[in-house]
């Protein structure tokens, strides 16, 4: 369900606010997990909005290790400020988190723009089909780390692009998850992450 615009615009952002609403909303007494992320923007922006940014309520992961990160990105003061206000920790694994984390512990456990690994020397076909599948265990590994490490009542935030959405049409949410609805990311990103630096790597780097 999508905000009306006027209420949308309204509420968005506010340094005096104690939550983040935007297509969804984050609040700062809540415990919340971002895994796979890659130049940290969205847990940045997060926390940004926050007024106590010490509240200690964030936990960021990446894939990717701390040198490989700054090797790819220019994000060396953002890692600095996030380590020193939030729990970050590097090369977790999707697939590792349900096992690295205490078990219903979050209110929100947040996977943004999941990309399965690039494939070289096949044909597009093969690559395609490869792509899709990787991103459907990828996805899956996601789901299952969810429900397990989700409090009762949490929250599951899938962003996912529209050509990658396919790669759910075979998944089967793990017990303890059901879909509750689809959310348009568009007018979120424009009017909300975006303003408070949030850059998916997909659309540019840093």
């Given amino acids: 369900m999508r905000l009306p615009r006027k209420e949308f ?117 093969k690559v395609m089909q490869e792509m899709y599948q990787d991103l459907g265990q990828l996805i899956t590994d996601y789901l299952e780390a969810a429900a397990l490490l989700l409090k009762a009542g949490g929250e599951a935030h899938l962003r996912l692009t529209d050509q990658h959405c396919t790669a759910l049409a075979p998944l089967r949410c793990p017990s303890g998850l059901e879909l509750e609805r689809r959310l348009d990311f568009g007018e979120a990103f424009e009017k909300v992450y975006q303003p408070l630096g949030y850059r998916p790597t997909m659309v540019g780097s840093e």
């Fill in 9 to 125: 615009l309204r509420d968005f952002w506010s340094r005096s606010s104690s939550e983040l609403r935007a297509e969804v909303v984050y609040k700062e007494r809540h415990q919340i997990l971002f895994l796979g992320e890659a130049n940290f923007s969205f847990a940045a922006a997060v926390q940004k909005s926050f007024c106590d940014a010490t509240s200690g309520g964030i936990t960021a992961t990446s894939y990717e290790s701390k040198e490989e990160l700054l090797k790819r990105f220019q994000i060396k003061r953002r890692l600095r400020d996030l380590e020193r206000d939030c729990n970050v920790f590097y090369s977790v694994p999707v697939a590792t988190a349900g096992r690295r984390f205490r078990a219903n512990s979050f209110d929100s456990v947040v996977f943004n723009f999941p990309l399965a690994p690039k494939m070289e020397q096949l044909e597009h076909a």
